[in-house]
């Protein structure tokens, strides 16, 4: 299933590295994943900061109906091949890993797969850009893809005909009384489909509920997991730390999409 990047040639394991006919190689890290990306492409993945950060908080559960949301739905479809495009540190990975026979996860943060690769041995972690993929084409009967950027021709590259993708979007009340406490004024996000002929929506699923955070470090880290976080004044962002309590909506879009050749 993983091709190789200089020659597109399928690679095999071969004792702690994969290679390809064409004998290039690729050394699995001490953690466990393989690194794909090649020398000409940056890595321009999430921080060890924003890694941290966001371990930090979804271990806490905060997230967990999404997670079990997930699980759900998946096993409804077509799931033996499931592959999660720009999985971060794994969080809805490892539990779909569970359902599936062979699972990938492709990100380009190392530290994001340091983390995935330790807690997740049935998962193939890869470090590659999720624009350029190193898997072969129509081979996934679902592609997951969660608050992470959406490589629309990659995903069709992927699947299987009829094969699905799960996508992971905040709804319109994300995070709105948290927003609150960083601008004056605050719109709702606003909620996108795909517009595309190969992908029909076959069902969308919403998710909202109220959490409650009990310390200012689950604040600041639920931050630093945001877009806000970059585009955020340094004064409204201080004043985040000095926050020791918070009530806020979470509210997920799920969207599940089925390829037609
Ligand atoms: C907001 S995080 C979401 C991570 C995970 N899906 C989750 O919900 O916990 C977005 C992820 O996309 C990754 N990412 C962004 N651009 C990427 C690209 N071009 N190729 C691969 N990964 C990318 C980041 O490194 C980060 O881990
Ligand atoms: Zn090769």
């Known amino acids: 299933m ?34 794909l990306l090649l020398g000409s492409q940056r890595m321009s993945g999430d ?43 794994g969080y809805y990975t490892r539990a779909i890993a569970k359902l599936c026979e062979q699972c990938y996860g492709v990100d380009m943060s190392k530290e994001a797969l340091k983390y995935a690769s330790v807690h997740d041995k ?31 021709s990659e995903i069709l590259r992927l699947l299987k005909d009829k094969g699905v993708l799960i996508r992971v979007i905040p709804a319109e009340r994300h995070l709105y009384e948290f927003k609150q406490r960083l601008y004056e004024q605050v719109y709702e996000n606003e909620v996108d489909r795909i517009d595309n002929k190969q992908l029909k929506l076959m069902e969308e699923v919403r998710i909202e509920k109220s959490i409650h ?42 969207q599940i999409y089925e390829k037609n050749a």
Request: charged share 20%; net charge negative.
């Open 122 to 152: 049935k998962t193939q972690y890869v470090l590659a850009s999720i624009f350029h993929c190193p898997l072969a084409s129509e081979s996934f009967d679902a592609a997951l893809n969660i608050f992470a950027p959406l490589p629309e």
């Open 47 to 89: 921080s060890k900061e924003m890694v941290h950060a966001r371990t930090h908080f979804l271990e806490q559960g905060f997230y967990e109906p999404l997670q079990n949301k997930l699980c759900e739905l998946l096993e409804r479809y077509a799931h033996a091949c499931c592959v999660d495009l720009g999985c971060g540190e």
């Open 2 to 35: 993983l091709i190789c990047p200089k020659c597109q040639k399928p690679l095999y394991f071969t004792d702690k590295a994969f290679q390809c006919e064409n004998k290039h190689n690729y050394d699995v890290a001490r953690q466990g994943y393989v690194n």
């Open 213 to 254: 955070l009990l310390d200012a470090q689950t604040i600041y880290s639920l931050f630093q997991m945001t877009p806000y976080y970059w585009k955020t004044p340094k004064a409204a962002a201080e004043k985040l730390k000095s926050l020791s309590e918070l009530e806020t909506t979470i509210a997920f879009v799920i």
